[in-house]
């Protein structure tokens, strides 16, 4: 079996074991962040069967995954990094789900997109849930306001993300993105990675994005 299909089964079993042992109503989806992997990498996991990937950009994606997606239709695909609104038509087109929204601006291209294409997508509203000036993402006090925009807008905003601040105890972030998604009353939530996926399954996650425990560490 190859190391990236027995790591990921150790990964499900994990997670599975942590949602029975809390009783969670959602098995969490694993998301395969095969950002930066060749396709030689991925195409075990395919073979085997896992449907959820991410990558971090859209030109990538293209390349990568246009093909397969078309013979495997079942692939659901994850843009996990920022977009931008000058690449939302080729991102609506091959995605499944957008974990990235965050400005009105994007919001609305978004929108235009789908009307165009007859297509719609699943959304996130990513949340700078540390309040850092370095990273994307919609500050806490913008957030009822930004989804009542997307809701006008007829997106279908399924869940919050965030990407906690770097080495600190990300517990505090995930109950507090929790409490904001409950207030919301969204169904999914996108938060936790290879280094606390098991805390963000004990604070409801339903979306896992796990990239270097299952592909091993980038070059």
């Not at 990675?193 to 994005?209: G, H, K, Q």
């Amino acid at each position: 079996m190859h190391n990236s299909i027995e790591k990921l089964i150790q990964i499900e079993k994990l997670v599975k074991s942590k949602k029975e042992s809390l009783n969670l109503p959602k098995q969490p989806r694993i998301i395969a962040v095969s950002k930066t992997f060749k396709l030689e990498k991925i195409l075990p996991l395919i073979e085997h069967g896992h449907l959820d990937y991410g990558e971090n950009k859209v030109q990538e994606a293209i390349e990568k995954w246009s093909e397969i997606k078309l013979k495997k239709p079942d692939i659901k695909l994850h843009l996990i990094g920022k977009l931008q609104t000058n690449k939302v038509k080729f991102a609506v087109k091959l995605f499944d789900y957008i974990h990235s929204v965050d400005n009105e601006k994007l919001a609305k291209k978004i929108a235009d997109e789908q009307e165009k294409q007859k297509k719609k997508i699943k959304l996130f509203i990513q949340v700078n849930i540390g309040d850092e000036t370095q990273k994307s993402g919609l500050n806490q006090k913008e957030l009822e306001n930004f989804h009542f925009y997307c809701q006008k807008l007829n997106l279908d905003i399924v869940g919050l993300m965030c990407l906690p601040p770097n080495n600190v105890n990300p517990v505090p972030f995930f109950k507090e993105l929790k409490k904001l998604n409950d207030h919301l009353q969204l169904s999914e939530l996108s938060m936790g990675m290879s280094s606390d996926f098991i805390e963000a399954v004990e604070n409801s996650s339903t979306f896992l994005r796990i990239g270097s425990n299952i592909f091993g560490q980038r070059s």
